[in-house]
Every structure is written in C-alpha cells, then in structure tokens.
C-alpha cells in the first residue's frame, strides 16, 4: 500500500500539495537534460557514500553438503513443479549457483557446510515493501488504509531526520533478512536526497539485494535519475523503479514518471484499487492511457479489479504484488488471485511494510493460501502450497523483470540461497517437509542465508550486525519521533 499519500483525493491533501504545479515546472526532457553535471559529481550535499555490506565470512566457493531436501524451483533439475532433490548438494562459487546434485566434488578452497537434515530453497523474493515504516509498528491497529494513512502514515513520514530513516531502514531490512528475505522491492515516497542517501546506505549495509523504487513530485523528478546514477548503480546488489501514483487527478505526473522510467530502462511500480472506493481514480485506465500498460509495470495490491481489467492485466504481461497480510489487516479486501493466476498474471508476495508489523515470510505465505480458501470455502482453490513457494521466490522474480537472475537455483544464477532447520519445536517431526515450509515454518527456523552467495545469517545468527545495538538505536529513534510529535 501506499505509505504517505495513497489517495489524490479531497482527503488526501499531502499528496495534493505534493504534486500540484508551479510555474515553470520541468517537463520531462527538462528533468533528464539537467544532469549531467550531477552525474558527474556523485553524493553531493556533503552527504556519506554508502558503505558496502558485511565482510565476506566464507570463502569464494561454498557447498551446502548433503541437504536433506533441496527445492530448486526449476523441475528440470529434480521432481515435479518445485524441482525436488533429496540428499543433494549445492555448489556456490564467486557468488553465482555453479551446480546442484548429489555427491558434488568440492573445488579446492570451497568451504564445505554440512547440511545434513536441512532444506535448501531459493531466498524469498519480497516484491513490495516500505522499510522505514519499521518505525510505527503496531500503529492504528483499529484503522483501514484511510485511517491508517491519515493518523499514523503522514505524520511520521515527513518527521523523520534522515540519520534516524537510516536506523528504521536497517532495523525493517535485517528483520527480513532473519525471515529469509534474500530480494526485496522498496516503495519509497518522495525524499530529500540527503535522506535518500541515508536510506540507501541502510539498504546497502545490511547486504540485502534490493529495488529502490523512487516516487517524486514533478518538481523533484530530476533526483529519480540522480538517485539512480549516483546511489544506485554503483551498487552491485541494487536496481531501480520510479514508483507512481496511478490517477486521473494527476495523470500529467504519471505521464512523467512513466517516461523517466523508459528512459532509465526500468519498471514503473504504482499501488492500484488497493480499496474499492479508489477506482474513482480510474488508475488502470490512467496507466493504459499514457502507455504504461506492459511488462515494465508492477501494480501493487490490485484487489479490486474487475474482469475486463484483469483481462487487460493479462493481455499485456503487466505484473502484481499480492500483499495478504497488509490487506487484512486494514480491511482492504481479499486480491482475486485464483482469476489472476488462470489468465498467467505474474505475480509475487509482498510484506507492505508497517502494515505487516513484521517480516514473516512464512505468515505471508500461509496467509496467500488461507484467504482463498477462506473466501471460496474450498480447499483446492488456488494457491496450494507449491504455488505459494513459487510465487516467494521465482514468481516474485518474474513479477520484478529478474527471473533470468534470481528466483531459482538453476546454475548460472545468483547465488541467493535459503538453508532452513526442520528440527525444531514448531517443525518437527517430519510428515510432510514442503507443506511444514509454508504451514509450520517461522523466521527462527531459517538456519542460514546467503545473497550472492556471502552469509548474511549463518548457525541461526544474522552475520556482520549487532541485533541489539540495531534495536537500541531504532528505539531512541522512535522517542524522538514521539518528543517530536
């Protein structure tokens, strides 16, 4: 959802002044001509460059040995839709999946890990999220999106200094990070650069791969493309989208945005009828309008679409963030998944930051399955489970134009990889291990984690970060936000 000003509405006076017009106003060719020279002279505004992740703790060459089950979600390389392999191993080397197989011959320096008993699975691909809502957790717990948006959302946004954005930005990222999170997709709203650049240094301490999706007024729009060049594209672990607001009210912006997006060769990213009452904003039909309609677009929510619209959707390979857990929690309506999955809309889960409270990939997961069924009072109704651990880790990379990278442990891909312990309190014993994942797993079940092949969580433990000094800073953070208020 949409986390500071969703609605272009009378009620949504933030985004009315954000985006209104003035005089002299840049059009796009203005926006893009006039950066040269920024481009140029990177972190400018004195501002820090942002500092690489956690040391490399392993070697350059890594082999998970002897997984007791490893789901590569490519089935040519094992059984059925999930690509199933028992007793197999997984070789990772200068952070790429070299093979997968059983008995693997270990290179000389690879640093061998004994997976034995364990699963393997591909990290979880989070395809729509707003980190620095870690900051009010737990707010408006009696609100839908309107309330949420006006009494928690707007009033912390605008508040927040960017060292204090770099401290909730750390805190949400490693949080998804211990619930296997290996990509996410960052919905951010408008920002003054410097906070920007505090943002993207969280993103890019924590080692996280990540889609820094950049939303700016007109005005502004001239930081999309700065951001992107000075920020994001030294990062080997980063990409970018410009996130819009789909609407008639401003269809002038979304035109804008959309042509930023072409030029930079990247997605536009637009929350869509995440409430019934937006579709006076006729956002679909603004998106077709200015030609948006595509593959190179990602609609988040999109609840509440009707079937010419989903034919549409399907028509011109357009993809959706389905964000279960923010959805039910603000009484927005349950997505029609099963509709979108038979017309083969691409589609991946997304967390939606503040409104999931916390980063449980394993809850969102459960959660996709059981809303569906809850709805058609069938449980053979789309997803099952191997649709929902799908749709985690490859269909989200379909969803997000990085299925060629990502998604899957085919060789040839980054080595983004979830280790997962099964022996445990909430796990064991073992009856059904693919159906446990989705229905028993939990963030504390997920042994080890690696994004381009590094550890950013080894033995149960995040690698590289003090978890408690991490708290202690969002916690002052968060007082004096509440000083400020």
């Known amino acids: 959802m949409d986390r500071n000003s969703e609605c272009p509405d009378a009620a949504s006076t933030d985004l009315t002044e954000l985006t209104a017009r003035r005089p002299g106003a840049l059009g796009r060719r203005g926006v893009l001509t006039g950066l040269g020279a920024a481009a140029a002279a990177p972190f400018l505004l004195g501002a820090e460059r942002p500092r690489p992740g ?23 390389l094992g059984d059925g839709p999930l690509g199933s392999l028992g007793h197999a191993d997984v070789l990772m080397r200068d952070g790429v999946i070299t093979a997968v197989g059983r008995r693997l011959p270990a290179p000389p320096g690879t640093r061998t890990v004994d997976a034995s008993g364990k699963l393997v699975l591909p990290g979880f691909v989070d395809v729509h999220t707003h ?17 949420w948006l ?10 927040i200094t960017p060292e204090d954005m ?8 490693l949080d998804s990070v211990q619930s296997g999170v290996t990509t996410l997709v ?10 920007t650049v505090q943002y993207v240094r969280a993103l890019a301490d924590t080692g996280v791969r990540f889609t820094y999706a950049m939303f700016q007024a007109e005005r502004d729009a001239a930081l999309i493309t700065r951001t992107k060049r000075e920020l994001i594209d030294p990062l080997p672990l980063a990409s970018a989208q ?57 609609m988040n929510h999109a609840i509440h679409l009707d079937d010419g619209e989903l034919d549409a959707l399907a028509a011109h390979d357009v993809r959706v963030a389905h964000c279960p857990l923010s959805n039910m929690r603000l009484a927005s309506g ?151 208020s």
């Open 54 to 76: 956690p040391a490399e703790p392993s070697a350059r060459s890594t082999l998970l040995r002897n997984a007791a089950l490893v789901l590569t979600m490519d089935p040519a």
């Open 131 to 147: 980190l620095w809502q870690s900051s009010m957790r737990g707010g408006c717990a009696d609100r839908d999106l309107f309330g």
């Open 150 to 159: 006006a009494d928690c959302n707007r009033g912390t946004f605008s508040r």
């Open 166 to 173: 770099y401290r909730f930005v750390r805190l949400g990222a």
């Open 186 to 195: 960052d919905w951010v709203d408008a920002l003054p650069y410097d906070t």
């Open 242 to 298: 410009v996130a819009t607001h789909a609407a008639r009210a401003i269809q002038g912006l979304n035109r804008l945005h959309w042509e930023i997006a072409q030029d930079l060769g990247v997605m536009l990213n637009s929350h869509v009828l995440e409430r019934d009452e937006q579709r006076a904003d006729d956002p679909v039909r603004t998106l077709t309008d200015i030609g948006a309609l595509g593959p190179r677009l990602l």
């Open 334 to 484: 349950i997505m029609r998944l099963p509709e979108l999955a038979r017309r083969g809309v691409k589609t991946g889960l997304g967390q939606d930051g503040g409104t999931n409270d916390t980063s449980d990939f394993f809850a969102l997961m459960k959660t996709a399955l059981g809303l569906q069924r809850a709805r058609a009072l069938r449980a053979s109704v789309f997803p099952q489970v191997h649709d929902v651990l799908r749709m985690a880790t490859l269909g989200g990379a379909e969803a997000i134009g990085m299925a060629g990278e990502i998604g899957s442990l085919t060789p040839g891909k980054r080595a983004d990889v979830v280790v997962i312990e099964p022996a445990a309190l909430n796990f064991a014993p073992r009856f059904d291990w693919v159906n446990q994942i989705v229905f028993n797993g939990r963030p504390e079940n997920v042994d080890s984690v690696y994004v381009d092949g590094r550890a950013l969580k080894s033995g149960g433990r995040l690698v590289g970060a003090d978890p408690d000094r991490v708290v202690r800073e969002a916690e002052s953070a968060a007082a004096r936000l509440r000083a400020a």
